[in-house]
């Protein structure tokens, strides 16, 4: 099976910079996923990362690219220290919105992945900040992941982030808020609420789960989402096969 596992920059900073302890965690969950299924990571974080190198008011646009730009190799350094501990590896893979409107550039990508994987590298996606001007406003990498997931042939997206799972009401504001466990279908209201990140570097919120496991639903794919800070649920769904918590996203009866 193939998965594309992402995890937004809520979870891999802190205060104003990379939080380690929780990247450690995150590889060494990808190099236990590794020994079973094919993997990709979509990961956040660039402009956080760059961020502790190069300190620009992130108000404007120029800024923020140049602070990705010096953040994206910081962050595959980071990445392939860790890798390096379980004797893995990582490649950066930078893509825009465009690379998937171009069939010919779509293809190019899924080779450079799939040789990666059958090498065993762990293809690491990121948007290419410093080219896509729109997606550093309005993009996510919550849209990206489903795009990679769809487009690179994976069976499963994972989103790790803040957000534990996807309730019935908002768990911040309502004590007897139920998390759904699996979904189905997701209404088009849902879809429009009104985005609302939690950090000055995240551009997602529900909302941009919700559209990426939408995405992927109407083009038969699955999605799970679940908390990114403990990886107890997403280990025990994937690693030992029980859905004890986070939501399931499918299609599918289960």
Do not use: W
Request: with cysteine; glycine share 4%; charged share 25%.
């Amino acid at each position: 099976m193939r998965v594309v596992v992402k995890v937004g920059t809520h979870v891999l900073s802190e205060q104003n910079r990379l939080e380690k302890t929780r990247m450690l965690n995150l590889v060494e969950f990808l190099v236990e996923l590794m020994e079973k299924h094919e993997v990709i990571l979509v990961s956040s974080a660039a402009i956080a990362a760059g961020y502790s190198k190069l300190k620009l008011d992130k108000k404007s646009l120029p800024n923020r690219q140049a602070i990705a730009a010096v953040g994206q190799p910081h962050l595959i350094e980071i990445y392939n220290r860790k890798l390096a501990k379980f004797d893995k590896m990582g490649a950066q893979i930078l893509l825009t919105a465009d690379d998937f409107d171009s069939r010919k550039r779509t293809a190019h990508a899924k080779c450079a992945i799939d040789t990666l994987i059958k090498h065993d590298v762990l293809p690491i996606v990121n948007e290419n900040d410093a080219t896509a001007t729109e997606e550093i406003v309005f993009g996510d990498n919550d849209q990206l992941s489903a795009h990679v997931a769809y487009y690179f042939d994976a069976d499963l997206l994972i989103i790790l982030s803040d957000i534990d799972g996807y309730y019935d009401k908002d768990p911040n504001k309502y004590e007897d808020a139920i998390m759904n466990k699996i979904v189905n279908s997701i209404d088009e209201a849902e879809l429009t609420m009104p985005c609302n990140p939690n950090t000055e570097f995240a551009t997602g919120g529900i909302v941009t789960k919700l559209k990426a496991a939408d995405f992927l639903l109407k083009r038969k794919k699955a999605m799970f989402m679940s908390s990114g800070f403990d990886l107890s649920d997403i280990k025990s769904y994937m690693l030992e096969g029980v859905h004890k918590g986070g939501t399931l996203f499918t299609c599918k009866d289960v």
